[in-house]
């Protein structure tokens, strides 16, 4: 929790800072200048918080937030949604339409309906730039309290993280909360937002409503801890019982609401508590289910992934099995099966289930990167190469897919390709040392004018940077 209050902090010196060089005298922000926001906002956040990047669970919470964005008018910004590994029950939103669920919170979740309704309501955030007004006004807080925030940065950068911070946070406490704090107007009117959107959505109100109960029933943390401006659901009785008397007086007629396949939502909700959650956990609450309900497929799926976290390969691989004998077709739990298979060294095994994963799926990229790791345990490395580059093709910002390309390139003794993707791992790592020795050492050996061309460019600037 320490962390995540530092990271609090950092934030909103993001936030003033960033403003305050947008014009002395306009305090207007544009779109464009809310999409600056946002990218220096992300760029915190990924380097302060550890997002779950699995892509059956993250692409079901996007697919639920495209659902609410289908029915409203076209939009200024592309909405992207993340998963916080992270057990508080908190969401929040960004400037530009970022939105960020904790761990935590969706496996409290019971249904669709309630991760809809919190993501409505975080959407209607962004739609009403709540955000991006409350840090308009923040200027008017006084210099006292700039020169506070701003000292906090300097002392920080000198190496004493805990001063910056307490400097930053006692500098804040007067008029910093008033200032980004959502207002119950705030509030209000995201909430009357998301009725609308998820009332068009096919989604009915009901979800916002009892996922704000179960944040009510286990609010752990206080005030002191998580800022009100950045816990975007204080779950008030009085707003709670508005909304309740909205869902009274507005019944979704059965045939506007959508159709929800609640195994899915299960099937997700196993794989988030499976693969990212306590091990110990999450397999005495598969336990339970199956001694409810025995044979049940998506308890025997959970328990599989809650078997290897505790690297009991063996049993996990008996329940996958179990799961698959009822759904043999099914791509996430082959490719589970493959991935621990790969994790157990069993490589053929693993290659039969991922290859099977891969043709169901074609675009599951965790299935394609297991693979091709796999074909690289194998010995079939220009297989594994042509995996690796085709995940790069997809999402050419993730930096391990560099990495077991210069490792495989390594293997094949082609010594430029091999420096070539560890200078590119490293430079996205924030290595930049090591990434400028590696380029170096690649750009002799390159004969490809443009990736000569690109190295060049990449050295200007890692050791401009390294020299910092």
Same mark, same amino acid.
């Given at each position: 929790?320490?962390?995540?209050?530092?990271?609090?902090?950092?934030?909103?010196?993001?936030?003033?800072? /960033?403003?305050?060089?947008?014009?002395?005298? @306009?305090?207007?922000?544009?779109?464009?200048?809310?999409?600056?926001?946002?990218?220096?906002?992300?760029?915190?956040?990924?380097?302060?918080?550890?997002?779950?990047?699995?892509?059956?669970?993250?692409?079901?919470?996007?697919?639920?937030?495209?659902?609410?964005?289908?029915?409203?008018?076209?939009?200024?910004?592309?909405?992207?949604?993340?998963?916080?590994?992270?057990?508080?029950?908190?969401?929040?939103?960004?400037?530009?339409?970022?939105?960020?669920?904790? &761990?935590? $919170?969706?496996?409290?979740?019971?249904?669709?309906?309630?991760?809809?309704?919190?993501?409505?309501?975080?959407?209607?955030?962004?739609?009403?730039?709540?955000?991006?007004?409350?840090?308009?006004?923040?200027?008017?807080?006084?210099?006292?309290?700039?020169?506070?925030?701003?000292?906090?940065?300097?002392?920080?950068?000198?190496?004493?993280?805990?001063?910056?911070?307490?400097?930053? /946070?006692? &500098?804040?406490?007067?008029?910093?909360?008033?200032?980004?704090?959502? &207002?119950?107007?705030?509030?209000?009117?995201?909430?009357?937002?998301?009725f609308d959107y998820l009332s068009r959505a096919g989604y009915s109100s009901k979800g916002l409503l009892t996922s704000l109960q179960k944040m009510r029933d286990k609010q752990w943390f206080g005030t002191d801890q998580v800022p009100n401006y950045l816990m975007t659901h204080p779950a008030s009785e009085e707003r709670i019982g508005y909304i309740d008397a909205h869902v009274a007086s507005n019944q979704l007629s059965e045939i506007n609401r959508r159709y929800i396949d609640k195994d899915e939502f299960r099937f997700v909700r196993a794989t988030l508590s499976g693969k990212y959650s306590n091990g110990e956990t999450a397999l005495a609450a598969f336990d339970s289910q199956l001694k409810a309900h025995p044979g049940d497929t998506i308890a025997l799926y959970g328990k599989?992934?809650?078997?290897?976290?505790?690297?009991?390969?063996?049993? &996990? /691989?008996?329940?996958?099995?179990?799961?698959?004998?009822?759904?043999?077709?099914?791509?996430?739990?082959?490719?589970?099966?493959?991935?621990?298979?790969?994790?157990?060294?069993?490589?053929?095994?693993?290659?039969?289930?991922?290859?099977?994963?891969?043709?169901?799926?074609?675009?599951?990229?965790?299935?394609?990167?297991?693979?091709?790791?796999?074909?690289?345990?194998?010995?079939? $490395?220009?297989?594994?190469?042509?995996?690796?580059?085709?995940?790069?093709?997809?999402?050419?910002?993730?930096?391990?897919?560099?990495?077991?390309?210069?490792?495989?390139?390594?293997?094949?003794?082609?010594?430029?390709?091999?420096?070539?993707?560890?200078?590119?791992?490293?430079?996205?790592?924030?290595?930049?040392?090591?990434?400028? @020795?590696?380029?170096?050492?690649?750009?002799?050996?390159?004969?490809?004018?443009?990736?000569?061309?690109?190295?060049?460019?990449?050295?200007?600037? @890692?050791?401009?940077?390294?020299?910092?």
């Amino acid at each position: 929790m320490k962390n995540c209050c530092k990271t609090i902090a950092r934030l909103t010196i993001v936030f003033l800072l /960033v403003h305050l060089t947008v014009s002395p005298a @306009v305090y207007s922000i544009t779109i464009q200048q809310e999409e600056e926001l946002s990218k220096e906002f992300l760029r915190v956040i990924k380097k302060q918080f550890n997002l779950i990047k699995d892509p059956f669970v993250v692409g079901y919470v996007n697919k639920v937030g495209r659902n609410i964005l289908s029915s409203m008018p076209s939009q200024p910004f592309k909405y992207r949604f993340y998963i916080v590994k992270q057990h508080v029950y908190n969401a929040f939103a960004t400037p530009a339409g970022h939105i960020f669920i904790n &761990s935590g $919170l969706l496996e409290a979740l019971d249904g669709e309906e309630e991760l809809a309704g919190i993501l409505a309501h975080e959407i209607a955030h962004v739609v009403s730039r709540h955000i991006s007004q409350n840090v308009d006004r923040a200027p008017k807080i006084g210099l006292a309290t700039l020169a506070g925030i701003a000292a906090g940065i300097l002392i920080g950068g000198g190496g004493s993280a805990a001063l910056g911070n307490a400097v930053v /946070v006692g &500098s804040m406490a007067a008029g910093q909360s008033a200032s980004l704090a959502f &207002s119950r107007e705030d509030e209000l009117q995201a909430d009357q937002l998301a009725f609308d959107y998820l009332s068009r959505a096919g989604y009915s109100s009901k979800g916002l409503l009892t996922s704000l109960q179960k944040m009510r029933d286990k609010q752990w943390f206080g005030t002191d801890q998580v800022p009100n401006y950045l816990m975007t659901h204080p779950a008030s009785e009085e707003r709670i019982g508005y909304i309740d008397a909205h869902v009274a007086s507005n019944q979704l007629s059965e045939i506007n609401r959508r159709y929800i396949d609640k195994d899915e939502f299960r099937f997700v909700r196993a794989t988030l508590s499976g693969k990212y959650s306590n091990g110990e956990t999450a397999l005495a609450a598969f336990d339970s289910q199956l001694k409810a309900h025995p044979g049940d497929t998506i308890a025997l799926y959970g328990k599989a992934l809650a078997l290897a976290q505790i690297d009991d390969y063996r049993n &996990s /691989v008996l329940y996958l099995k179990k799961a698959l004998e009822k759904d043999a077709l099914n791509p996430v739990m082959l490719k589970e099966l493959g991935r621990i298979y790969f994790l157990e060294g069993q490589y053929p095994k693993a290659l039969q289930a991922l290859e099977g994963s891969v043709g169901l799926a074609p675009e599951d990229n965790e299935s394609l990167f297991y693979l091709s790791r796999t074909h690289m345990e194998l010995g079939n $490395l220009d297989k594994a190469i042509d995996g690796f580059n085709t995940i790069l093709k997809r999402n050419s910002k993730e930096p391990e897919i560099y990495l077991f390309l210069g490792n495989v390139y390594g293997m094949q003794e082609n010594i430029g390709e091999a420096h070539y993707y560890l200078g590119k791992y490293n430079q996205l790592k924030g290595r930049w040392k090591t990434a400028a @020795v590696h380029l170096e050492k690649a750009l002799p050996l390159t004969t490809d004018p443009k990736q000569k061309k690109e190295i060049e460019t990449m050295l200007k600037r @890692v050791k401009k940077i390294a020299k910092r």
